[in-house]
Nanobody
Framework: QVQLVESGGGSVQPGGSLRLSCRLSGDTFTRYNMGWFRRAPEKEREFVAIIDWRGATTHYTDSVKGRFTVSRENDKNTVYLEMNSLKFEDAAVYYC???????????????WGQGTQVIVSS
């Protein structure tokens, strides 16, 4: 069965950077496009970014465009989310997930990690 393990979360000041990682095991990584979502306290889960299986095509939610970069290393079964110029409103638990499509809807994703927390605090 597919397992996804995120890492890299932590506490950072506004304007700072973090790099999240998500490693897949239990299946062939290149079968999946990979997405990142986040959930802030008392808010709905929100799509952040997606990358296709080749790493050639990406899509971001408007609020992170120009600040976040999604990438993947297929030989390491790992997808990354580089987050720069972090804002208070970026604080959330971040999840990676697998999909066969290229969707921003959480219902279209089949496997989810346990999440990694990002805190933005001065």
């Amino acid at each position: 069965q597919v397992q996804l393990v995120e890492s890299g979360g932590g506490s950072v000041q506004p304007g700072g950077s973090l790099r999240l990682s998500c490693r897949l095991s239990g299946d062939t990584f290149t079968r999946y496009n990979m997405g990142w979502f986040r959930r802030a306290p008392e808010k709905e889960r929100e799509f952040v970014a997606i990358i296709d299986w080749r790493g050639a095509t990406t899509h971001y939610t408007d609020s992170v465009k120009g600040r976040f970069t999604v990438s993947r290393e297929n030989d390491k079964n790992t997808v990354y989310l580089e987050m720069n110029s972090l804002k208070f409103e970026d604080a959330a638990v971040y999840y990676c997930a697998t999909t066969r499509g290229f969707s921003t809807a959480a219902r279209d994703y089949s496997n989810w990690g346990q999440g990694t927390q990002v805190i933005v605090s001065s």
